[in-house]
């Protein structure tokens, strides 16, 4: 049976620390999060999946044209886990696995992503991380068998426990354009 990945790019959060919604501030002239959803979709095509939440009428508007479909995290106040598990909940029955991406990490491309599919052998027990600052996160290949319990996520946890989990095999693809997310209008400044 082939296997079919799909993307989730997370963009349902509000931003706080940022004081607006971050996912639309201009990177390079366009907003952050088209930036994000281009590079999924060159390499994901109609399996992206864009997650929003607050401001979800603006940032869908800020993809549109882009292939793949949107959903929107009624519960987005809840944290990253609770966008998690609304992906996971919406994926078809043929994904084999899902990426997850996080909107506010704009200088991830397509290369980097479609070095994480290459990376994955197709197997259930193997996750694909990014590997960056010393650390190991998003974005991330999450297969199948890791679902039920992506489906439960809620609050600010994310899958990290799962990439420690020694049940999982994890490969590392190096990318340390991901050290750098968007939190703050500084951060933004220094790209």
């Not at 899902?98 to 991830?108: F, G, H, I, K, S």
């Not at 020694?166 to 209008?185: H, M, S």
Request: glycine letters at 10%; hydrophobic letters at 45%; a negative charge.
């Amino acid at each position: 049976m082939p296997t079919t990945v799909f993307a989730a790019v997370l963009a349902a959060g509000g931003a706080s620390r940022f004081g607006s919604t971050k996912q639309l501030a201009a990177v390079d002239g366009s907003p952050m999060v088209r930036h994000v959803l281009q590079s999924a979709s060159r390499v994901f095509g109609e399996h992206t999946l864009l997650v929003t939440g607050h401001d979800c009428t603006n940032v869908a508007a800020a993809c549109a044209g882009l292939p793949g479909f949107v959903t929107v995290n009624e519960g987005w106040q809840r944290g990253i886990g609770g966008s998690i598990a609304h992906a996971v909940s919406v994926l078809p029955q043929s994904a084999s696995a899902v990426v997850v991406l996080l909107a506010d990490q704009p200088r991830v491309d397509e290369h980097h992503l479609q070095a994480i599919v290459d990376a994955w052998s197709g197997d259930d027990e193997e996750i694909i991380a990014t590997s960056y600052a010393g650390t190991r996160g998003a974005p991330v290949l999450f297969p199948r068998s890791c679902f039920p319990e992506l489906a439960v996520l809620d609050g600010d946890r994310g899958g990290r426990h799962l990439i420690d989990d020694e049940r999982y095999c994890v490969t590392t693809v190096d990318c340390q354009a991901a050290a750098l997310d968007i939190d703050t209008p500084a951060d933004l400044t220094r790209i």
